[in-house]
C-alpha cells in the first residue's frame, strides 16, 4: 500500500488556468509538506502544515495555496498557472514536526507542465 | 542564510570500486542531517538521520558519518543498482528542511 501518494502524477495545462494537485498519508503522520523541484532537480520546501496547521510558509507566490481538510490530506491549489511553475511537485510527510524523529517520506510526484 | 552543497555533482564508478559523497553545511543550528536517495522519475526515499557530530549510520553498502560541518556518504563495493541521486538535507530548528543539490552516482558493470 502507497505510504504517501499524489493525483495527478502527470498534468499538463495552460498559462492561466487554476489546478489543484491532491495529497494523502495513510501512515498516521502530524506532518506535511509541499516541495517544489526545479529542472535543475533542486528541492525546495514551499509549505508545511502541522495538524491542519500552516507553520511554513517560504518565499512562494500567493498563488499557491495550501488546503488541508484534515490530517491525512494536504492538496496544493495553484492559481493563474505561469510558465515557471513547470515543476515537480512533491508531498511528504513526517511524525511530528519538532520530533527529533524528523524523517520525512515522500510521495511519487506530480510532474507540471504549463504550456 | 543556511546552505548545503554536496559534492561532487556527478560521479560514475565500476562496480566493486568503492568512493565517498560528501555534504557540507552552515546553518545556524542542526537538529538532524538526512540522506536520501532518489531515483528518476520517483520521489526521495530516506535512507539515514544524523544528530551529532560523530555519529555513525550503516545500512548494506552506504554508511553515514557526521562531522560539525559535514557528512560523508560511504559506498562500499557499489553495485549497478546502487545508480541514483544522492541527495542530503539539514533540519535547521525552524521546523525547515534544507536540501543540497545532491550527487548523481552512476555505477557501470
Known amino acids: 500500500d502507497t505510504a504517501v501518494s499524489q493525483t495527478p502524477k502527470y498534468l499538463v495545462t495552460q498559462m492561466g488556468n487554476d489546478k489543484s494537485i491532491k495529497c494523502e498519508q495513510n501512515?498516521?503522520?502530524?506532518?506535511m509538506y509541499w516541495y517544489k523541484q526545479d529542472s535543475k532537480k533542486f528541492l525546495k520546501i514551499m509549505f508545511s502544515y502541522n495538524n491542519k496547521e500552516l507553520i511554513i510558509n517560504e518565499t512562494v507566490p500567493n498563488r499557491f495555496s495550501p488546503k488541508s481538510p484534515d490530517k491525512a490530506h494536504l492538496n496544493l491549489h495553484i492559481n493563474s498557472l505561469e510558465l515557471g511553475d513547470s515543476a515537480v511537485y512533491f508531498c511528504a510527510s513526517s511524525p511530528l514536526s519538532g520530533s527529533p524523529y524528523n524523517e520525512q517520506f515522500f510521495g511519487p510526484g506530480t510532474r507540471l507542465t504549463v504550456l | 542564510e543556511d546552505q548545503v552543497t554536496q559534492s561532487p555533482e556527478a560521479l560514475r564508478l565500476q562496480e566493486g570500486e568503492s568512493s565517498s559523497l560528501n555534504c557540507s553545511y552552515t546553518?545556524?543550528?542542526?537538529?538532524?542531517l538526512f540522506w536520501y536517495r532518489q531515483d528518476p522519475g520517483k520521489g526521495p526515499e530516506f535512507l539515514f538521520t544524523l544528530y551529532s557530530a560523530g555519529e555513525e549510520k550503516e545500512k548494506e553498502r552506504l554508511k553515514a558519518t557526521l562531522t560539525k560541518k559535514e557528512s560523508f556518504l560511504h559506498i562500499t563495493a557499489p553495485k549497478p543498482e546502487d545508480s541514483a541521486t544522492y541527495l542530503c538535507a539539514v533540519d535547521n530548528y525552524g521546523q525547515n528542511f534544507v536540501f543540497g543539490p545532491g550527487t548523481r552516482l552512476s555505477v557501470l558493470p
Open positions: 546553518v545556524s543550528g542542526l537538529r538532524g
Open positions: 501512515l498516521g503522520h502530524d506532518t
